[in-house]
């Protein structure tokens, strides 16, 4: 028996690395198909007409990792109260954050798609029944869309799915109600080599051991890619999120990660995700019983971190072309002030708003169909440099445009050099 067992994972193992190399090359046409930054740049085989949409930036996202639900609370570091559950969701919707799924948090990434300001994702770790019949329910009533992270044994039937672990039926009809369901390993443990792991021999003793070489390449495949590919073929799905048990992982498993076509990857050390948090350990934050203070920190992380100036979207002034441009310098007291939303899709007509330093809100006209919006002066500005602010809702959410420009106050008409001194430029 031993000799078997030793010989068989020899075998695979020479196996493996064949496969590796046929795979690698296969993958190698992979980033250019499904990489939106390759697609972005190549601008020859793009229509002409299509243009990137706008997407806000400054847009942050918490992201929350639950596992059980349960009335009584046994293990505090994994478990919550429905009740403290449910309280939790009503705080994010009273704190103006919205909830969106993982999948527009990653379009977000892409640039394709925009995201509210201040967001939360939601994702249940492990595959628990009760996130079923207790959490489900709850995210229904608030129309919250999750995430599921699931380590494919521990499914009911696997060989650590016990009494209390999900159903491939559950899961099943949670696909089919658009909830997403994302890939938390094979058995759950330290993906790094050498690291103690518990193997399960057949039989279903399982033992402590710690794996190297072309042994642990074998195991960590299968915990990395084989859960994928049994997800994907198991409900009929696109998996393409991974969430690293413990947060145990390193470049070597992200390399793995990354060549089996996960977009993002998933630790437990909270953070706000920003627009350049890197896709291969974005934060989340994990929520205990015993620690409501993780909860309440996150949601002020986005909450109060920025003032709320993260509530809108910067749009570029180069962007908006606008005129006088960011930087120049006018030779009149009275310019004509112009900038063009054209490129920010989805504006609402009624929303334009344009401020002047010195003036405040002025009376634009706006061209919905050219998407210009433009001002004359017709009070000289003070001052020597002038900054004009564009606002307007797009598709719900506010963008803004800010720029500066400088006045000659030689040039222009009024003796203003006096005045200049005295009327500080606001800032922005
Ligand atoms: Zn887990």
Redesign the pocket.
């Known amino acids: 028996m031993m000799i078997r067992f030793a010989i068989i994972p020899l075998l695979l193992a020479m196996n493996f690395s064949m496969c590796k190399r046929h795979e690698s090359a296969a993958n190698g046409s992979q980033p250019a198909t499904s990489s939106p930054a390759a697609a972005a740049v190549s601008p020859a085989a793009s229509p002409p007409k299509i243009t990137k949409a706008v997407v806000d930036q400054t847009a942050q996202t918490i992201i929350f990792c639950y596992?059980r639900l349960v009335d009584k609370i046994r293990y505090p570091g994994t478990e919550i109260t429905p009740a403290d559950f449910e309280a939790q969701m009503k705080q994010l919707k009273d704190a103006g954050i919205t909830v969106i799924s993982m999948q527009d948090l990653l379009a977000w990434r892409r640039g394709e798609k925009n995201i509210p300001p201040r967001c939360a994702v939601v994702s249940f770790?492990?595959g628990w029944k009760s996130q079923y019949e207790v959490a489900w329910p709850i995210m229904k009533k608030f129309g919250y869309p999750f995430t599921m992270?699931i380590?494919t044994e521990g499914v009911r039937g696997g060989s650590l799915g016990g009494g209390e672990a999900i159903t491939w039926e559950q899961l099943a009809d949670m696909r089919d109600n658009g909830v997403d369901i994302e890939a938390?390993t094979a058995t759950?443990q330290d993906l790094r080599e050498g690291h103690n792991i518990m193997l399960a021999a057949p039989g279903g003793k399982r033992t402590r051991t710690k794996l190297t070489g072309p042994e642990y390449e074998q195991w960590v495949r299968n915990e990395v890619v084989g859960s994928k590919e049994l997800l994907e073929q198991r409900l009929g799905i696109k998996v393409n999120c991974f969430?690293v048990?413990f947060g145990n992982y390193n470049e070597h498993v992200k390399e793995l990660a990354r060549n089996a076509g996960y977009e993002a990857m998933f630790t437990v050390y909270g953070q706000p995700i920003t627009f350049t948090s890197p896709l291969d350990s974005l934060g989340r934050y994990a929520i205990e019983a015993n620690k409501p203070k993780v909860f309440v920190d996150a949601v002020k992380m986005i909450g109060t971190s920025t003032g709320g100036a993260a509530a809108v979207a910067e749009v570029g002034a180069a962007d908006l072309s606008t005129q006088p441009a960011d930087g120049s310098t006018v030779r009149t007291a009275l310019p004509l002030i112009k900038a063009n939303l054209g490129r920010v899709g989805g504006i609402e007509p009624g929303s334009v708003q344009m401020r002047v330093s010195g003036l405040g809100v002025v009376p634009v006209s706006y061209d919905p169909k050219s998407g210009m919006v433009s001002y004359q002066v017709t009070q000289k500005l003070r001052g020597n440099s002038c900054t004009v602010i564009v606002s307007a809702k797009a598709e719900g959410k506010k963008v803004e445009a800010h720029w500066t420009f400088g006045i000659d106050a030689t040039a222009a008409a009024a003796p203003v050099s006096a005045a200049a001194k005295s009327t500080p430029t606001p800032k922005k």
Do not use: T
Request: charged share 20%; no cysteine.
């Open positions: 596992h770790d492990d992270f380590y938390h759950h969430a048990p």
